[in-house]
């Protein structure tokens, strides 16, 4: 933990509360995005982006002004989910996707559509849902690598320090899951195209 440093301490603790606010205003959604894309659940997503900034609240006096803080960030939220999958051996995650099955039958899923440009939207929608089914269909250890490689830019080596696995294995898991997405999402490839 680089960004912290135990002897500078605001004088106020209405600067920690401001400056806690700034942090969760700049760092919030992408936070939410890496844990979204990791759990790939709304709730889990929201639950480790919550306990992540309740972190940062904890550790709000000792955290140096103008240092980048999102590096550390996506690290206490990688933890947190291995945490979580820790806790979870053997439960089975179920899609945003999937209808949900009630004691009258099924219910599909509804979202509220907040844009003008209603084609764009729905391929987009479409788009990002088959991305996160293809990413659903990873094991976690290797879904968390290609989220923090391929969504979030992180080297081998910092993937590697975060998840506590040589880089030899990062880059295995990272093939692994390429070819996975990759067959995975060549229907929709394919359509695309015009095939």
Partial sequence: MAQIKESQRPADPQDDQARFEALVE???????????RMAGHEADAKDLAQEA????????????????LEGWLHRI????????????????VQSLDEPLATASGELARERADHSA??????????????????LMSL????????????????????IASMMGIPVGTVKSRLHRAR???????????DSLEGR
Wanted: glycine residues 6%; hydrophobic residues 45%; without cysteine.
């Fill in 77 to 92: 939220v990688t933890n947190l989910f291995i945490d979580l999958l820790r806790r979870r051996r053997g439960v089975r």
């Fill in 117 to 134: 440009d209603v084609e764009r939207t729905v391929l987009g929608s479409m788009l990002d849902r088959r991305v996160q089914q293809a």
């Fill in 26 to 36: 700049r760092y919030g959604r992408r936070v939410y995005a890496m844990a979204y």
């Fill in 53 to 68: 900034f309740i972190r940062v609240w904890r550790s709000m006096s000792r955290l140096r002004p103008g240092v980048p």
């Fill in 179 to 189: 070819l996975a997405l990759r067959n995975h999402l060549a229907p929709l490839r």
């Fill in 139 to 158: 094991p976690p250890e290797i879904r968390m690598v290609v989220v923090l490689a391929d969504v979030e830019g992180y080297a081998y080596e910092e």
